[in-house]
DNA sequence: TCAAAAGTGTTAGATTTACACCCATGA
DNA sequence: TCATGGGTGTAAATCTAACACTTTTGA
């Protein structure tokens, strides 16, 4: 097959922005940089694209090393490919954003792969491209969530509507009324409240509520 | 730098769909495949990314080499990865779509290229994953359309009401009343009336207007 | 004179926003 | 008893959607 090889190859990678949810704030994993270069540098977790598996399943594959969870949510961002990103060799990177529970991430595995929750109006400055891509991660999970029920994926099962509200307000980075907010979830029958109370958060108590995605796809209205 | 040789290189290639705006339909060019393997398929045009460009690049190059236009609006659509995605060796593939204005494109260069506007809803089947790329950049280009004035570059300079409401019921794939649709325009001051007279479509004339980028940069309100 | 496209306002309904107080409880 | 977070409704304003007729002119 000569026709290919008049053409270079190149490394490719993926890199993962994996979003939690804690404490009010909306929080990235990321770590210091195991190898060189830009070893020590605060970096997303990443991995190679090898040779019998797709770019999804690199990222699926990276995710699952990293927090020891599967079937984690997953939406490619795009690719990255300056010449110079990497500054050791051509690398072309594929990146992902991912939604997880902060409470599904064992606490001992993270410290092993020694990543850490950053908020994400704290990020520091990271290896190579890693900002833009936590960037443009975030705008596009923001615009998701408004049109689809996937913030679920960074609550608990069971959730208050002002745990729900909180999150909301952090992805999309302003302020939401607390009336106007429980208004719009009362018309979402897929957001059901369940007879449940959580105690930790209030005294009085607050009514915790469940996503039932079998009623979401019967009747898929979801706007926030 | 031995650490990148633990893993395998592959080859990245970018694929183009280039819409086009004519006889009030929304169109793909694509072209028979002229090399193998899938020669003579229907295809997007691509080229493979060199070792000393972007992948930005990349689609840059490719599109001026198809259409000898510069300084096309081009976006990324995303990475396709499928191990098997292209029948005869792993290549990755960077989808880009591309708004240009039909009449910029010299019919010469386009027989040479033999590639062909085709309406987006009479695409036939192509090679390899190019449909999906398809049918994702039609979706992230309508989505820009409502928040972007982007549609402009689809249109010439100047260009009747009918010309742009005709564009956005194309693009969007449903109708749109024209009253309405007026209404929406004046208050976008950007947009501006001309006291130039369109006679070709109708017998009454229409007036043209015209985009204006600088004033749309001083007060960007636009949303259709 | 008629066919074909251009141009123009109003109204009802739906959606969105702003806003303030009482409740239950544990400390 | 008081501080904390939970829970609730209404009214004004804005936005959206539906809708029909007159104008101009070339054939």
């Known amino acids: 097959m000569t026709f290919y090889n008049e053409h270079s190859k190149v490394w490719v990678s993926v ?10 704030k909306l929080k990235v994993l990321i770590g210091r940089r195991q190898m060189d270069p830009g070893r020590g540098e605060w970096s997303l977790y990443g991995g190679f694209v090898a040779a019998d598996e797709s770019i999804d399943e690199a990222a699926k594959r990276t995710l699952s090393e990293l927090t020891g969870i599967h079937n984690i949510f ?26 997880i529970n902060v409470k599904d991430y064992d606490e001992k595995l993270r410290r ?5 929750w950053v908020n994400i109006n704290e990020i520091p400055q990271l290896y190579s491209d890693h900002n833009e891509m936590v960037m443009k991660a975030w705008k596009l999970m923001k615009q998701k969530m408004r049109t689809e029920p ?37 018309d979402m029958d897929f957001i059901e409240k369940t007879e449940l109370i959580d105690k930790l958060s209030s005294k ?11 009623a979401y796809k019967e009747d898929p209205n979801f706007k926030l």
């Open 74 to 99: 997953m939406r490619q961002v795009g690719a990255f490919g300056k010449v110079d990103r990497d500054p050791g060799e051509r690398v072309i990177s594929v990146a992902y954003y991912a939604l």
């Open 150 to 186: 996937i913030g679920f994926r960074l609550l608990p099962p069971l959730f208050t509507l002002t745990q729900l509200q909180r999150l909301y307000e952090a992805v999309g980075g302003e302020e939401i009324d607390k009336r106007n907010f429980r208004k719009r979830i009362k």
């Open 204 to 214: 009085r108590g607050a009514f915790l509520y469940r996503f039932n995605n079998k």
């Open 15 to 24: 890199d993962c922005i994996i979003f939690g949810f804690d404490e009010s």
């Open 112 to 116: 092993e792969h020694e990543v850490e």
